[in-house]
């Protein structure tokens, strides 16, 4: 496919995204002096806003790439949870998938900004896994909505909503119906993932998921860690990020590191949910594992440069990638 194809199939696909949804809320200020009351900067509040989080974001960068994304996550039944669903509502994203419990609660990572200085992160959340009858309704939920989609990404932040029981039922599930599964890692259900066909953690969450360390200047060691893990984890590909030192694929018979590109970095915030959007989007085009790791390495290094969790921009990506596949 030329480049043009590539992007222009994005528009055709619809991607399931089962994980951990949240808020993230900003307030923006300016810092003129320090407290009287303790050594900490006085943040005078020019304006605040709140984002869809988690894998909310993830489901941005989707629609922001012109697929179509459907969540599926048990949230609470809060005032949160409200903004949430109107967060969804005035995206134009869809809220079929969402589960609402008076049992758990809606997860808000609140940033406190100074300029483009992160000053301060407040969370509101609860990480305890959902009970019996939430599970029973999310694997029920995502059965529901496999068939229609085309690529499955699980976006686990430790915050409960996956567990080993529901994300095996869900993968076997989505093996029935051919629909390839991708996987944004985080530590408590990291050996939970067998039978997925693509498992993307960062260099801190592969060496802290399997308590092994390497050296990753070294691409030899990152070659043999990689093809040990496929086998200790069960899964048919691994894409592992590794921040400035860009980005490796062992999936399908190829291996190929994809250096970084040189970036003015202003936050990494988010970066990894761009990485597994655009991963997915190739995943479910079928595009060759080298594809995979270029458009998501440049797409991964793009949302840097900009402050806060933002989605990436189709139209730059394109023009980056086309830059450089002349």
């Given at each position: 496919?030329?480049?043009?194809?590539?992007?222009?199939?994005?528009?055709?696909?619809?991607?399931?995204?089962?994980?951990?949804?949240?808020?993230?809320?900003?307030?923006?200020?300016?810092?003129?002096?320090?407290?009287?009351?303790a050594p900490i900067p006085v943040v005078n509040v020019k304006r605040?806003?709140?984002?869809?989080?988690?894998?909310?974001?993830?489901?941005?960068?989707?629609k922001s790439l012109g697929a179509t994304p459907v969540l599926c996550s048990v949230i609470g039944a809060?005032?949160?949870?409200?903004d949430l669903i109107e967060l969804l509502n005035s995206s134009s994203l869809p809220v079929?998938?969402?589960?609402?419990?008076?049992?758990?609660?809606?997860?808000?990572?609140?940033?406190i900004m100074a300029g483009s200085q992160h000053v301060v992160r407040i969370d509101s959340e609860m990480d305890t896994v959902i009970n019996a009858e939430e599970r029973s309704?999310?694997?029920?939920?995502?059965k529901s909505l496999i068939p229609s989609c085309d690529v499955l990404i699980f976006e686990d932040y430790d915050k409960g909503v996956l567990d080993q029981q529901s994300i095996q039922e869900i993968v076997t599930f989505a093996k029935h119906h051919k629909i390839p599964t991708i996987v944004d890692p985080k530590k408590r259900n990291f050996t939970h993932y067998q039978g997925t066909d693509l498992f993307k953690p960062n260099l801190k969450e592969l060496k802290e998921g399997l308590k092994i360390d390497f050296?990753?200047?070294?691409?030899?060691?990152?070659?043999?860690?990689?093809?040990?893990?496929?086998?200790t984890l069960g899964v048919n590909g691994i894409f592992l990020t590794l921040s400035e030192r860009g980005v490796f694929i062992d999936f399908?018979?190829?291996?190929?590191?994809?250096?970084?590109?040189?970036r003015s970095i202003t936050d990494v915030s988010g970066a990894g949910d761009t990485v597994v959007s655009i991963a997915a989007i190739c995943l479910g085009l079928k595009l060759s594992p080298k594809t995979i790791a270029e458009l998501s390495n440049l797409g991964g290094g793009l949302v840097c440069e900009s402050v806060g969790v933002v989605p990436i921009e189709k139209a730059k990506l394109r023009a980056e990638y086309q830059k450089n596949n002349q």
């Open positions: 496919m030329t480049v043009n194809q590539i992007f222009d199939s994005f528009d055709n696909l619809r991607v399931l995204i089962i994980g951990d949804v949240m808020i993230d809320s900003y307030i923006f200020g300016k810092v003129e002096r320090i407290s009287p009351e605040k806003e709140i984002r869809l989080g988690g894998a909310g974001n993830v489901a941005m960068n989707i809060d005032p949160e949870a409200k079929e998938g969402i589960i609402q419990s008076p049992n758990r609660v809606t997860t808000v990572k609140q940033r309704q999310l694997i029920e939920k995502a050296n990753a200047d070294k691409l030899d060691e990152i070659k043999t860690i990689v093809a040990e893990a496929k086998k399908q018979n190829e291996v190929h590191h994809i250096t970084a590109h040189l």
